[in-house]
């Protein structure tokens, strides 16, 4: 009987897992616009480095100062965005250039 209940607790429990990281990145804005996430990512790095900083206190290490990195994720992701969407709208008329090349390679080794 245990064996059959130990796979739904389980999965109930990755399940509960999943859905409170989901509801906190909701919950956070992470969601959201690209004005949100970069909103959020300042709140992140305004708030991490106190909490490393206690816990290494409490555990007793000393870890090197975190580097500070000067460019816009709103940005990057905007320009990753327009890169694949660049790609895949152009994907359709690159396939079929590369099976005509395909068939006409072929062809000319088979005459």
């Known amino acids: 009987?245990?064996?059959?209940?130990?796979p739904v607790v389980k999965f109930m429990?990755?399940?509960?897992l999943a859905g409170g990281?989901?509801?906190?990145?909701?919950?956070?804005?992470?969601l959201g616009s690209g004005q949100q996430g970069a909103e959020a990512l300042r709140k992140a790095q305004a708030a991490l480095p106190p909490a490393i900083k206690e816990w290494t206190n409490y555990v007793?290490?000393?870890?090197?100062?975190?580097?500070?990195?000067?460019f816009s994720v709103s940005e990057s992701w905007n320009k990753g965005v327009h890169?694949?969407?660049?790609?895949?709208?152009?994907?359709p008329t690159r396939a079929r250039e590369y099976t005509q090349k395909?068939?006409?390679?072929?062809?000319?080794?088979?005459?």
């Open 1 to 6: 009987m245990a064996s059959r209940i130990f």
């Open 13 to 16: 429990v990755k399940g509960s």
């Open 21 to 30: 990281a989901v509801y906190v990145a909701y919950d956070q804005g992470l």
């Open 60 to 70: 007793g290490w000393e870890l090197p100062s975190t580097p500070k990195f000067d």
């Open 83 to 91: 890169t694949a969407m660049s790609a895949l709208s152009v994907a």
């Open 102 to 111: 395909g068939w006409k390679y072929v062809k000319d080794l088979a005459k």
